[in-house]
């Protein structure tokens, strides 16, 4: 059984900000290596949105 969360980063492609949350994902993926389970990266099917949840 997996006790580490799982973060999944929403992002609008056609803002520009698929950059912005690859990089934020491979922060969290290195600093936070024996915490993290994984980082999930989607891009949003509505403009604009840019939304980090941990599951």
């Given amino acids: 059984m997996n006790l ?5 980063i929403e992002y609008c492609p056609k803002c520009g900000w698929m950059l912005r949350a690859a990089y934020m994902a491979q922060e969290l993926l290195s600093t936070f290596t024996d915490e993290v389970h ?18």
């Fill in 38 to 55: 994984g980082v999930l990266l989607k891009p949003s099917e509505t403009g604009g949105a840019y939304i980090i949840t941990i599951n």
């Fill in 4 to 8: 580490k969360p799982t973060v999944a």
